[in-house]
């Protein structure tokens, strides 16, 4: 069973950085896709960016392309979220989650985690 735990969220002022963190178990994820959503109140999940796990190949939204980078470290089985730059506007719930490189939909989700930045 597919297991991401987020954590690293937390208040910044805006233009200061965050890391989030998303640890993962229960596969070998070397065929799997990773990413990164956020979800504002009152507003759609939105797409933050992706990486695979196994040729490091990454994507990110429009919004945060030039600011934000995804990662991951094999060894310690974690994804990581590079935010710098923040603005009022990045603040949401993130969530890490897996799929498959063959599937369209992520199937598997953490639990999210919270990112506040001030104005």
């Known amino acids: 069973q597919v297991q991401l735990a987020e954590s690293g969220g937390g208040l910044v002022q805006a233009g200061g950085s965050l890391r989030l963190s998303c640890a993962v178990s229960?596969?070998?994820?070397?065929?799997?896709?990773m990413g990164w959503f956020r979800q504002a109140p009152g507003k759609e999940r939105e797409f933050v960016a992706t990486?695979?796990?196994?040729?490091?190949?990454?994507a990110y939204g429009d919004s945060v392309k030039g600011r934000f980078t995804i990662s991951r470290d094999g060894a310690k089985l974690t994804v990581y979220l590079q935010m710098n730059s923040l603005k009022p506007e990045d603040t949401a719930v993130y969530y890490c989650?897996?799929?498959?490189?063959?599937?369209?939909?992520?199937?598997?989700w953490g639990q999210g985690t919270q990112v506040t930045v001030s104005s």
């Open positions: 229960g596969r070998t994820f070397s065929t799997y896709v």
């Open positions: 989650a897996a799929r498959k490189v063959t599937m369209k939909e992520y199937p598997y």
């Open positions: 990486i695979t796990w196994s040729g490091g190949s990454t």
